[in-house]
């Protein structure tokens, strides 16, 4: 239903075959979103992960939420499922003997943490207990095959969910290769990432699916087993031992400098 690019045309045309479902930590049928802009809620900090903090829904597409840090500015947007637990009613931190952390970047004085988060909760629109779905569980082993389609999320573009294929398997890693695009966007995930769905996820959950790439169409279609040689030996060769792309997380100003960020729109 979203733009021209049909699945089905696709996959006739080239031969290839859909990682089947058992492969992702992913829902059968993908949850509704009941989240709406505006609603608090606590998220894991992307940028330090034992750290819980108050986050605000600034859109959804489909059950992905594109949500901000209270506190954060508003270049370090990510993208969650509702499906996800690393999200969270407001007062669940308190519930279990935690205190709720400003994010990293704070753009206060940390001495103003307590007023700041008194006032942001204030006749806050707070986000009800069943919008939150449990997550979905984690199959046993990476059941992945070389060739084999999915969508999957562009880490440097993270609204966007695009076709891809499996490039290579590694132990539990996987090498996302995105169909059409010449390797710039392609990046090594873990079988059971939420990053990637299996085909046709896009139509069901609502979620816009980008057309494929135009890079290399012709070569594409002369490759029915589904090898993409568009990549050098050396980046189809290994994964990386640790995945330094934390998601939601864009590298730039303000690391160091925590006391300083850019003011809120
Ligand atoms: N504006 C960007 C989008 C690329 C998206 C690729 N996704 C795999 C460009 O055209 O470079």
């Given amino acids: 239903s979203h733009g ?10 080239t031969g290839e075959i859909p990682a089947p479902q058992s492969c992702f930590k992913q829902a059968l049928v993908p949850p509704k979103c009941e989240f709406k802009p505006g609603m608090k809620l606590e998220a894991s900090d992307p940028r330090n992960l034992t750290s819980t903090c108050i986050a605000t829904v600034i859109g959804n597409l489909g059950p992905r939420l594109r949500l901000r840090l209270d506190g954060s500015d508003n270049k370090n947007d990510f993208w969650r499922l509702v499906d996800c ?3 969270q009613p407001i007062g669940s931190c308190e519930k279990k003997g935690g205190l709720l952390q400003p994010p990293l970047g704070f753009c206060k004085n940390p001495s103003y943490w307590p007023m700041f988060l008194q006032k942001t909760l204030n006749g806050a629109a707070i986000a009800p207990d069943c919008a939150f779905i449990t997550e979905p569980p984690t199959p046993p082993k990476n ?4 060739g084999m389609k999915l969508e999957a999320v562009d880490r440097k573009n993270p609204q966007l969910i695009c076709p891809a294929t499996v490039g ?3 132990g539990d890693q996987i090498h996302v290769t ?3 695009w010449r390797g710039a966007f392609d990046y090594w995930c873990r079988y059971d990432s939420r990053e990637i769905f299996p085909v ?5 959950s609502g979620h816009p699916l980008q057309p494929p790439g135009q890079k290399g169409v012709s070569q594409h ?3 029915k087993q589904g090898k993409h040689q568009s990549l050098t030996p050396s980046e189809r060769s290994k994964p990386p031992s640790i995945n330094i792309s934390t998601p939601g997380y864009k ?3 303000g690391e160091s400098s925590p006391s300083v960020c850019s003011t809120l729109p």
């Fill in 4 to 13: 021209s690019f049909s699945w089905d045309a696709y996959l006739k045309d």
């Fill in 85 to 87: 637990d690393s999200l």
């Fill in 143 to 146: 059941e992945f095959k070389l």
């Fill in 168 to 170: 290579s398997v590694n």
């Fill in 178 to 180: 995105f169909d059409g």
């Fill in 200 to 204: 046709n996820w896009c139509a069901l």
């Fill in 221 to 223: 279609k002369q490759n």
């Fill in 251 to 253: 590298l730039g100003l």
